[in-house]
């Protein structure tokens, strides 16, 4: 029996590195920080505690900031990625998570500063409306990928048709056999059949 030997080489590990980071990951500071103004809400109209709304806002600062920081070296380190991000049909969809996790945070700041809220919700603000305009301006223009769900969805419908004409056409052919095989049918009968085969082609072909 064989054993392993110890020099033997290990497959290569991929480490963590910013080259693998989602910008879909800023989701989660979307539903952090409504998390933290539903407790602050839970705080004023059910008597919570107002500490728990607190850290669950730090918390969804915090994460903010590490998140940013990490797509930012992405940005810098592995520009060619983030386009490929920013281009996918599917995926740039995503990065209007960044402008709503920043009006979401104005909020979150709110009850500390009435400046700083004031700043973020502006640059959130910008932000959107700025990504808004470019996607639906991608939309209408065409440019996007022909690599979208809705490409797809209408490539694979023509190609269903084909089969279903030759299914037809071999129907066709079985009855015409049948008909012209068979003991004392005449040419009415054979062309009865032809007739009925026809009409079966045009209604496979048409659908």
């Known amino acids: 029996m064989e054993s392993a030997s110890p020099g033997a080489a290990l497959p290569a590990r991929a480490f963590p590195s910013a080259r693998y980071l989602p910008v879909s990951l800023f989701g989660s500071v979307m ?3 409504g998390l933290a103004l539903a407790w602050r809400l839970a705080s004023k109209h059910y008597g919570t505690d107002l ?6 806002g730090m918390l969804a600062l915090g994460l903010f900031v590490v998140l940013a920081l990490s797509y930012l070296t992405k940005l810098v380190r592995y520009p060619a990625l983030v386009k490929q991000e920013f281009t996918h049909p599917v995926m740039s969809s995503f990065f209007g998570t960044v402008g709503i996790s920043i009006l979401l945070l104005s909020s979150v700041i709110g009850s500390y500063s009435a400046s700083a809220q004031l700043v ?3 640059i959130g603000k910008l932000a959107t409306l700025a990504l808004s305009v470019l996607m639906i301006s991608r939309l209408l223009n065409g440019s996007a990928a022909p690599t979208s769900v809705a490409w797809k969805a209408s490539s694979w419908a ?3 048709r084909p089969s279903l004409s030759r299914s037809a056409a071999g129907t066709s052919q079985t009855l015409f056999s049948a008909s012209s095989s068979g003991a004392g049918s005449g040419s009415a009968h054979s062309r009865a059949t032809l007739a009925v ?4 082609r045009r209604s496979y072909s048409c659908s």
């Open 158 to 160: 023509p190609t269903s």
């Open 51 to 56: 500490a728990i709304a607190n850290g669950i």
């Open 31 to 33: 539903s952090v920080a």
């Open 197 to 200: 085969s026809s009409s079966t």
């Open 120 to 122: 973020l919700w502006s």
